[in-house]
C-alpha cells in the first residue's frame, strides 16, 4: 500500500490550500480515511475524516473552513482548507483505516 500526500506550501494568513491524497495497493472505496496534523512540539491531531458511504467529521478548530472529500474510482482524497489561519501551520498526514499512512506535506502560513 502506497499514499502520496501531496499540495502543501507556504501561504498567507487567509488563503487557500488543497492537500489531496493518492493511494495504491488497496481497495480504497471500501476504507474509512482522514487527515491528520503535526505541529512542531505537539502531538498528531485528528483533523477530518470521511467514511465509506461520505460521512464526514471534523476536528472543532477547522469546522466551516476545511472540507474533506473523496474520489474513489481516482483513488485519491482531499483536503480543502479555507481561511487558513498561521495555527494551521503543521505536516499534513493522510490516513486510512486502520494502519496506512501517507509521507506527509508540510503547509506554512505565514501571518
Known amino acids: 500500500v502506497q499514499l502520496q500526500a501531496s499540495g502543501g506550501g507556504l501561504v498567507q494568513a487567509g488563503g487557500s490550500l488543497r492537500l489531496s491524497c493518492a493511494a495504491s495497493g488497496i481497495v480504497f472505496a471500501i476504507k474509512n480515511m482522514g487527515w491528520y496534523r503535526q505541529a512542531p512540539g505537539k502531538p498528531r491531531e485528528l483533523v477530518a475524516q470521511?467514511?465509506?458511504?461520505?460521512?464526514?467529521g471534523y476536528a472543532d478548530s477547522v469546522k466551516g473552513r476545511f472540507t474533506i472529500s473523496r474520489d474513489n474510482p481516482k483513488n485519491t482524497m482531499y483536503l480543502q482548507m479555507n481561511s487558513l489561519k498561521p495555527e494551521d501551520t503543521a505536516v499534513y498526514y493522510c490516513h486510512i483505516f486502520p494502519n496506512y499512512w501517507g509521507q506527509g506535506t508540510l503547509v506554512t502560513v505565514s501571518s
Open positions: 470521511i467514511a465509506v458511504g461520505g460521512n464526514t
